[in-house]
């Protein structure tokens, strides 16, 4: 059986002339499986066990191999225009967004933390001994300005309340008046 233009083409790049000299299909194959195994035994079993010691130097070796091989030629056009890609989108990124703006509640919930800490209430002053306590009341208080309800005066709450306060402005009731004005008049 001849061989196809592929095994010939093949073959010649190891140095077997088989148009020249025409040899049968076993003669080759047993041929090259014998200098295959003599050639390839070493450093097949080196690279085995660099790839069991040491799975990415046996990759990156391996890559090499298929670079020098001509294996990754047709990869390249593809993976240069994805890098093109990728520098025309660094190039054109949006400017950054500015930073959110803390809101009125976390300053005074930072401001009522200070409070807390300077007094007595949760421990000595400079250290809180409950802070999610200390937090639960504080975070309570400035909810409870911020919809204008009522805060105690005395204790904890009262710490936390005079120092929280400026960020809740007392907020004016809502006066309804009746501008409607009704005349009867009464024919006779």
């Keep these: 059986m001849a061989f196809s233009k592929l095994e010939t083409a093949l073959l010649l790049k190891l140095g077997i002339d088989v148009a020249r000299n025409p040899v049968s299909r076993g003669a080759v194959t047993t041929a090259l499986s014998m200098v295959g195994r003599q050639a390839v035994a070493p450093t097949a079993a080196a690279g085995l066990g660099l790839a069991r010691r040491n799975p990415y ?18 990869l390249e056009q593809p993976f240069e225009q994805a890098v093109m890609a990728v520098d025309e989108a ?3 990124a949006p400017a950054r967004r500015r930073k959110k703006r803390r809101t009125t509640f976390n300053k005074a919930v930072s401001e009522g933390m200070k ?4 007094s007595t209430s949760y421990g000595k002053k400079g250290t809180i001994n409950n802070a999610r306590k200390a937090f639960t009341a504080v975070t309570k208080v400035a909810s409870r300005l911020n919809k204008g309800q009522k805060v105690g005066t005395k204790g904890p709450t009262g710490v936390i309340r005079r120092a929280i306060s400026r960020f809740f402005p007392k907020k004016k009731p809502v006066r309804r008046t009746n501008k409607t004005s009704y005349s009867i ?3 006779r």
């Design 185 to 187: 008049t009464v024919n």
């Design 90 to 92: 660094v190039v054109q």
């Design 57 to 74: 130097a046996a990759t990156g070796l391996g890559l090499l191999a298929a670079q020098q091989a001509g294996l990754l030629e047709p």
């Design 115 to 118: 409070a807390v800490k300077k």
